[in-house]
């Protein structure tokens, strides 16, 4: 039987706006001023966890070079001067794609392991902060007992919007975020990121997408 999409979900940080690469450069270049024992790539292995988890793996890899609470506001310093210099960029076709679903009728969630108050800054400072309006649920860090990549958050998305999870597309970008979905019984998408997607993860998702003008195409061959 064909799958039916009657509403969609998208997580914030990679898939609808392109700030992972904004907070990985301001990573970056933390560690290079403060010549810091880390590599770049634990950035990775982050993309997408609770802040609970990533506190945790970010102070046993600093051990005695600086204090976590430090290092958090050096980085996040660094973060907020990028984006007040360049804003919260959507990733590309994110808001076509927010605004055509919008006008077509169709429930959208925006489902993020982020805190609410960070994703009212973040369409605040975007290019289209208006499209904010655009999505009738939101769920945040604030609103789950269980992050990602629990499937609670999404199973939360697809009740408030009234659907099935097997009527629900979701748009993912990190591990926990896909198996959270996938877990939750969703027509899953992977728009690869900075997040290390293994194969196995993969193959799990419904699809592997690399825009969001291919998101677009799949739901308008599946919309009920």
């Known amino acids: ?10 997580d914030k940080d990679g898939v609808t706006f392109d700030t992972e690469s904004l907070i990985y450069r301001a ?20 993309v997408g966890k609770p802040p609970e988890v990533y506190l945790k793996v970010l102070g046993e890899a ?10 958090i506001a050096h980085w996040f310093a660094l973060r907020d001067t990028i ?8 990733m590309p076709g994110a808001d076509r794609l927010i605004e055509y679903l919008h006008g077509a009728g169709v429930p959208l969630a925006l489902v993020t392991g982020d805190f609410r108050r960070n994703v009212e800054q973040d369409f605040a400072r975007c290019p ?3 499209l904010f309006q655009c999505f009738a649920v939101v769920i945040s860090h604030d609103d789950v007992a269980r992050p990602k990549p629990d ?12 659907v099935a999870p097997e009527n629900l ?26 997040g ?8 799990r998702a419904w699809r592997t997408v690399s825009h969001h003008d291919e998101v677009r195409e799949i739901f308008d061959a599946h919309r009920a």
């Not at 039987?1 to 998208?10: G, H």
């Not at 600093?62 to 290092?71: H, I, K, N, P, W």
């Not at 597309?169 to 899953?188: F, H, I, Q, Y």
């Open 128 to 130: 289209r902060p208006e």
């Open 151 to 162: 499937p609670q958050p999404y199973q939360m998305a697809a009740a408030a919007l009234g």
């Open 27 to 46: 990573f970056r270049e933390l560690i290079v001023r403060e010549k810091l024992p880390l590599e770049p790539a634990l950035f990775e292995t982050l």
């Open 169 to 194: 597309l979701v748009v993912e970008d990190s591990p926990p975020g896909v198996l959270a979905a996938v877990e939750a019984g969703c027509r899953t998408l992977i728009l690869p990121g900075y």
């Open 83 to 90: 984006f007040a210099e360049e804003g919260a960029p959507f």
């Open 62 to 71: 600093l051990g005695q070079e600086m204090a976590l609470d430090d290092f």
């Open 196 to 203: 290390m997607i293994t194969a196995d993860l993969a193959a």
């Open 1 to 10: 039987m064909k799958p039916v999409i009657k509403a969609v979900a998208l």
